[in-house]
């Protein structure tokens, strides 16, 4: 799958839309979509979480694939709206969502609508009292036990998200003096980054008894249960690729067992990274190189600023994620430190990663960077300009983001 | 001076400009200049540093002050001129300038221009030979010994910035080969939020007996000495302020020694966090408080979006910013996780601090959030709006930022 990525055509888009870019493949997405509907139980209806990148044009590409969208801000709303999404094909999460935010929610008739808190349900109440609507409504639920194997929990801990799985039936009294309220799903999510099938089986195994019960014990009927997600990509040296069919093999049966007991009740699964994170390129051209205190730097155009997760902030210690040189047959390896043009040191992309000898004017890529890349960094900082974004389709090759001039006044979108 | 931020005015701000806000008072600011001023030899030069904040309107008003500008990006230079910034006030830094970078800083005759590395040199001379100009160019050492107390380094090792003081001959031989430059400075920049006002004397005095050497030396006119800044501020427990009297004290020798000896070159120091962190306040609104596994959770409207610093990422072990609930007297008292609206767990912009009991429609404000806030922020994530930002000039309020009404389409800016 990474045979597209050859230097050759690395160099022709550097040279067509300039660098610093970011380069989608859409063959890579419509292969990770595809490999997930052969692996994983059929029940199983797949949500794109537009947080790993809300990028218009690819939210489309993927929402013609007949994949469903989970959003979780207006903006992104807008995005599915522009993507020609049906809001019966949306899931709206959470933790602070607006009185603003919940009017346009009830507004629009997003199908799969999820609270996250007692306070919530009464406000959503309150907003459809006003709107004199009913509203279908679903619940996160903080699971007791947490997951192991999780890059990022979010579950299973005292969290922002949802009620405690142990507060499920003061919860449910509440929603019935809730009159506009009808309680319609449970969501529940357990953690990210996950790579082992086993932990991620386990998890939806957990999840769809912890329903089926609260279903048996206060006699509800439900429209979907959210088995979240979590599917995760390797990064790092060390790691390696989720066994999606070996998912598929694990989850079989207690997806199978929920599905057959439960005929009108979906199960929702939400992917953002596996789907797009190794989709996506980051270019960047070499400006300078140089050695300080013995260690080689090649200083590029790109960096932190557009690609904060590659700069290993956030985790304690940092990992390289993988660095592309596309450049011609070089007799020399150096190990590089790989920075960025900003003003701080902590703009380094790659640290001690061997690449041939670089020079001004060469291509490097960071691989794997389809999700959390440009809009998880903090693009405002030192003022430079966003980069363009191609969207590779087929033969086609789509400017699906404009590069600024400057930054700020605009951060433009071609849609 | 805190006394500014008392709840009354607070929460006045939050209702007539809404939430989140970020809010800068400038008599703060000015006392921070004035500070300086008084306790740092006459002989230095003070730079503002763009990059802790850039919002224009507060660079031109820190610029009315008589500071000069230190700027890092076309898009700060930008920034610097509609300020009102003479290029004879602009010292333009930064390990990745663009060939186009280096045309407009020579076509616009910045004054301090300073380059890091060989290969930089070798293309502004290329880049002067088309423009026909001469250019005056200053080069940034990275120096042979580290500084202790920064909290972030960026000398004394292997660096993206600058040209090893090892390298000074070498360096020094090159110009003299390149027509078009003539070496008229040298700068340095050791380290960041050093709170210790001996480490930063000592760094002051390294530098200039390092200036001293070369120009003796090489037999240099320089019209200037840059030596950094680096004055931090306190953040966490345990950290105090920096006594900027004591950093007068202790390093009036050393300057008023180069500046006897060497009259006609300036000596410049930098200061971005600690002239603006203090004037700055992020307020955010309450939306929901639950209870998690006997965790008490603020929910707010606010988050790392906006001010990732509070959010602690980038640190290996997180620490609590200054936070402060601008509500009126209440019984009790909990601890809390506060956080933002991203559906992330990382989301978190204080843990565990102790609070007056929380509702919601309480503001709550991060202290110390004028540096490094909202542009060093991944403002794109999740796709939120971007806050106001309001200036405070006296009696003065002024919107100095407008806020979206959805992420994207336009950062705006109000000038």
Known sequence: MMSGWDSEKMIGLAERYGTPLYVYDLAIVREKIRKIREH?????????????????????????????????????????????????????????????????????????????????????????????????????????????????????????????????????????????????????????????????????????????????????TLDYVGVGGGMGVAYFDGESDLDIARLGHLSQRSIEAFAAKHKGTSILMESGRYIVAEAGMYLAKVLYTKVSQDVHFAITNGGTHHHMAAGGMGNAFRKNFPVRAFVPERQQVHRYHVSGPLCTPNDLIAKHVSLPQLQPGDIIGIARSGAYGLTASPVLFLSHALPREVLLDGGHELIVRERDEYMVPAVRLVM
Chains 1, 2 share one sequence.
């Open 40 to 220: 994983i139980h059929p029940a199983v209806c797949l949500f794109y979480s537009l947080k790993a990148n809300p990028n218009t044009t690819l939210v489309r590409k993927i929402y013609e694939t007949g994949t469903n969208l989970e959003i979780c801000s207006l903006y992104e709303l807008k995005v599915a709206q522009m993507a020609g999404c049906s809001p019966k094909h949306m899931l709206y999460l959470g933790p602070g969502k607006s009185r603003q935010e919940i009017r346009q929610i009830i507004d629009c008739g997003i199908r799969y609508v999820v609270a996250e808190s007692m306070q919530e349900l009464e406000v959503i109440n309150q907003v459809a009292e006003e709107t004199g609507k009913s509203v279908q409504v679903g619940v996160r639920i903080n699971p007791a036990v947490a997951v192991k194997g999780a890059r990022l929990q979010m579950g299973g801990a005292a969290r922002q998200f949802g009620i405690d799985e142990q507060q499920f039936d003061e919860m449910a009294a509440l929603i019935r003096r809730l009159p506009r309220i009808r309680l319609t799903g449970i969501h529940t999510y357990h953690g990210t980054r996950i790579l082992s099938a086993q932990v991620i089986a386990e998890n939806i195994a957990y999840i769809l008894q912890f329903a089926d019960r609260v279903i048996e014990r206060h006699r509800l």
